[in-house]
């Protein structure tokens, strides 16, 4: 027997939808089909500058596929053909894109490839998209390094300023693999997950259950070598986009593999992230940073995580430490959707403000940012619609 939830539990699972659908509609007719810029300025977003070779609103960097993701997440929400027609043109660039071999040197393929692709493949059966998405695997394998058994990060396989460096963020990236086992039957993408999770489970979380941004491996070898951070504000600090995306992306990696260390994983990294949260949930852009430091917050690891906690919840649903992830999920939501959604929605053209995309490079900081954006509106997609299927 199904029952009507209670009044307060519709209006909260409906609550900051209407003003993330405005935006995303806005922004659609503001920018064509140009590819904002990976943050905002000054809250609004601008089609991303030229560089490598693509024009100004070109398709590269290793957030463009946020843009789709978000429209694909839309349509869910409404049924409305205008945000479908909008992602299929962007899935059809991405075609191009790999195709041309336009900006591929780099493991954010996963990224770039599930939310452009692997969704218009699970929505629509788009069989280019499909095509696509197992030709950027493909690519995503080529990064895979023997000895070591990690898929390298960054940059051309031949520079050896990158060489055997991996990255927390990289999680997220293996989902595509997996999909691509289960579309073609051939193991070498799982086998490569199972090896690349099971080194940054053992390496890029420290014993205290924070993790390092950035850990290298020696390429010769296959010895881990050090942590390091790019973005994070010290090597031995945590930053906490790093440790948002450890929770995803082990939760993640555990449903695509079973592996109950991975699910251990996930609860390590997200319980040392609620230890070191502000009382509002959102945390400052690197967890060493307490009240009254006055550190800008980064809103879209609290997206991120949110994200990850209810994967935990349905994970473990019925359990303690499901309905631990299911609360946790809930109280950092309404959070974002009080406190850092524009109010009213024109006054940015972000989903969501009082993002950090790199402080120590001065590089979006306090902006909106496309990744924050997209995690919002998934997490308030999986609240609003609970058998919503991941694109992940
Ligand atoms: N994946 C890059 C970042 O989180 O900034």
Redesign the pocket.
């Known amino acids: 027997m199904t029952t009507t939830p209670p009044v307060s539990q519709t209006a909260r699972s409906q609550a900051g939808i209407p003003a993330a659908l405005a935006t995303i509609r806005r922004n659609i007719d503001a920018l064509g089909d140009l590819y904002p810029d990976d943050t905002t300025r000054d809250g609004r977003y601008l089609p991303r500058p030229a560089g490598d070779g693509v024009g100004v609103g070109g398709n590269r960097g ?1 957030t463009t596929s946020f843009w789709p993701g978000m429209q694909w997440l839309a349509w869910e929400l409404t049924g409305d053909p205008a945000y479908r027609d909008a992602a299929a043109r962007h899935t059809r660039d991405f075609e191009d894109r790999v195709r041309d071999g336009i900006d591929l040197d780099t493991h ?1 393929l996963g ?1 770039l490839y599930t939310l452009a692709c692997v969704s218009a493949w699970r929505l629509e059966g788009d069989e280019g998209a499909r095509n696509a998405a197992l030709l950027a695997a493909d690519h995503l394998m080529h990064r895979f390094l023997e000895p070591a058994g990690i898929i390298q990060a960054w940059g051309d396989l031949s520079d050896p300023r990158q060489a055997g460096r991996t ?1 927390v ?1 990289s999680l997220m990236n293996m989902p595509l693999l997996t999909w691509a086992s289960e579309q073609t039957g051939d193991p070498r993408y799982a086998d490569a997950v199972r090896r690349h999770t099971t080194q940054l489970r053992e390496h890029i979380i420290r014993p205290d259950h924070s993790t390092f941004h950035t850990f290298y491996w020696d390429t010769v070898t296959g010895e881990p070598v050090r942590g390091a951070t790019e ?1 994070g504000a010290h090597d031995d600090s945590c930053w906490s ?2 440790q948002a ?1 450890g929770v995803y992306g082990f939760a993640l990696n555990h449903r695509a593999t079973g592996d109950p260390e991975l699910l251990e994983a996930a609860w390590r990294c997200a319980d040392y992230f609620l230890a070191h949260l502000p009382a509002d949930g959102v945390p400052y852009w690197d967890l060493v940073y307490g009240d009254d430091s006055g550190a800008p917050r980064d809103s ?1 690891s609290a997206a991120i995580v949110a994200c990850g906690f209810q994967e935990l919840a349905s994970l473990e649903a019925g359990t303690e430490r499901g309905a631990r992830a299911a609360e946790a999920a809930d109280r950092i939501l309404d959070s974002l959707v009080a406190g850092y959604a524009p109010e009213p929605a024109e006054s940015s053209d972000a989903l969501l403000l009082h993002g950090v ?2 402080l120590p490079k001065g590089n979006g900081v306090d902006e909106g940012t496309l ?1 924050g954006d997209y995690f919002y509106l998934e997490a308030l997609t999986r609240r609003a619609m609970p058998e919503w299927r991941p694109y992940w």
């Open positions: 290793w954010d990224f990255i963020d973005q986009r790093g995306w879209s995309y790199d990744w």
